[in-house]
């Protein structure tokens, strides 16, 4: 299963160490894994899962992916591009109403060829299952990809991911304590979970929840529980999975998704300021900032070394520019 792959971006990433920042934090080494340079229409993290879903539709014979996300999702940006290298027709359900100018990741899904609906309230899939019924009365082969790529097949991108890193940390001599990154839709963290426990990885995984609202009546952390308990099946995986393997960590989450704070900023000032590295005001700068203030207060173990896993995303200062100069 975790060779049924299609093609699409640049891997592996580059994992880098961050020598200014590891000296602002001095009781810390700082390293980055930069799935942002992972190809395909600026890159970001879901090319990794794109992979197998886009692998999973031709083999099905699907013509056609309907996904859903917000207007300035990254998921779907990447998604209508990974239709575009395969010549698969693209839906986009996008919440909102349409704007009057296209912007950020909305502009690129648009160049990129995609048929966007505007959705209203509804911006995390309620609406799939309509369009997928009108599309296939109109003789399409239509193939489901989740919001956010958030499946088993999905999190397969990450277990893969995994794997690589495991490639990098031996070919560096480099043992990691920790990682940091964004969980909004669950996939991803799942995805590192099982690969961490599948390559007997001894880091501990800190998902810094981005969006504090669910997915229909299922907390994140259940929606992840879930993918973990279908994973250690498939995967044969010996360890038995609870809720504190699928928690995430809400202290940065309260203002709402895609508020941009004067902690994002700062994060995104920072990283570009000390790194030459762009992160996104949605998703990897909140999760930069809970990196940052577990830094600070040293509410992980000193001396440690610390990957942040940049999710990509960097579209969307396009579109917040004014939130972001304030």
């Known amino acids: 299963m975790l060779n049924n792959k299609y093609k699409l971006g640049f891997f592996p990433t580059p994992l880098e160490k961050m020598d200014n920042l590891s000296k602002v934090y001095p009781n810390y080494n700082l390293y980055i894994k930069r799935d942002d340079n992972s190809g395909l229409a600026s890159g970001g993290n879901k090319v990794r899962k794109l992979q197998f879903f886009i692998y999973k539709a031709l083999s099905k014979g699907c013509d056609t992916i309907i996904t859903a996300g917000a207007q300035q999702s990254n998921h779907c940006r990447q998604t209508a591009a990974a239709c575009a290298k395969a010549g698969l027709e693209c839906h986009l359900l996008l919440g909102g109403k349409e704007p009057k100018n296209y912007n950020g990741n909305l502009l690129l899904s648009y160049l990129l060829g995609a048929k966007i609906h505007f959705t209203g309230d509804n911006r995390k899939g309620e609406d799939i ?24 097949l999905g999190a397969y991108g990450f ?68 993918i ?47 790194e030459g590295i762009l992160l996104d005001p949605v998703y990897s700068g909140r999760a930069f900032y809970g990196m940052i203030d577990h830094l600070k207060n040293n509410k992980i173990e000193k001396n440690s070394n610390v990957i942040f896993w940049h999710t990509g995303g960097l579209p969307a200062n396009f579109y917040y520019s004014e939130e972001l100069i304030k």
């Not at 082969?141 to 790529?149: A, W």
């Not at 969980?183 to 981005?210: E, H, R």
């Not at 038995?240 to 508020?259: C, E, F, N, Q």
Request: a neutral charge.
């Open 129 to 152: 299952i309509k369009l997928k019924k009108d599309l296939e009365a109109q003789k399409r082969n239509v193939y489901e990809i989740p919001y956010g790529g958030s499946n088993l």
């Open 159 to 226: 277990v893969d991911a995994v794997k690589e890193l495991k490639q990098q940390l031996s070919e560096n001599n480099l043992k990691i304590d920790y990682i940091f990154f964004a969980s909004s839709s669950g996939g991803t963290q799942a995805g590192l979970k099982l690969g961490v426990d599948l390559y007997d990885l001894d880091i501990k995984l800190i998902p810094i929840s981005i969006d504090k609202i669910g997915l229909g009546d299922k907390t994140l952390d259940d929606v992840v529980l879930e």
């Open 228 to 274: 973990l308990h279908q994973g250690q099946k498939e995967l044969s995986i010996q360890k038995m999975y609870s809720i504190k393997d699928a928690t995430l960590i809400r202290d940065y989450d309260k203002p709402g998704y895609g508020v941009i704070t004067q902690n994002e900023k700062m994060a995104i000032k920072q990283l570009a300021q000390s």
